[in-house]
């Protein structure tokens, strides 16, 4: 069901400054950056040869990612795969009694298809999907 | 500098069981198992797609590993970057006053000549670099 990692997903708490950073440091390059209200945050993808890291950033103390940086710090968030069919795949994890965050598919980055898996049905990992199509 | 995303390392407190659930939820296979002695680690290489996970078992509650699972328990540990050439890297990471782990590349898995990198200069992440030459 999975095609491979789309990205890695770290909490900062200041995104320009850990833009600058992963710049400046490993190289990578911005390849997008959004503020998604609903969920909160203010998010940067940087790519860095094939692979991709997601900077995050609260947009409010309160939200998911606020919350999470107040009682972890900065660091690591969570893992994204990307999957050719998300439909299918949170079938599949249903049947498989995989405890799922998003019942259904919801609008993430670039207005892709993306589905939260819980982490007590991944060893306490964070875990996203994401749709790509057909590669 | 960063090639792609090697792997995301996880650290769990079985390793058997975290590889039947990696193995039956998401469809990944078993690459590579090894006893990494000097690490005070058991950790398992798997295949989902192009992308691979590290599951990593402590060998003693004293190891590293065994203090992060006991301070935030099971879940994502580090990230990995595949380099062309390590000692290049961590000459360019020196240069540019990043903190490092590891000041000469040691032996990881599978013998890869591998380095971590301080998470105080990564935005709270343990990273990793892993030597894979040209490609």
Redesign the interface.
Known sequence: ?????DH?G?V?EEIDA?LR??Q?????SLRHREVLAEHGVEAAMLA??????E?LAPLSPDSATGRFLQA????????A??VEDIDTALEE?RA?E?ELIDAEPRSGMLARRIAFVH?S??????TELVEVGES
Do not use: N
């Open positions: 069901v999975i095609a491979g990692i890695v770290i900062v850990a950073r992963y400046q440091t490993f190289g990578m860095g040869g094939d692979g991709q890291i900077l972890r710090g900065p660091g690591l968030h969570h893992v795969y990307r994890l498989a995989v982490p049905s991944t060893g306490g990992v964070l």
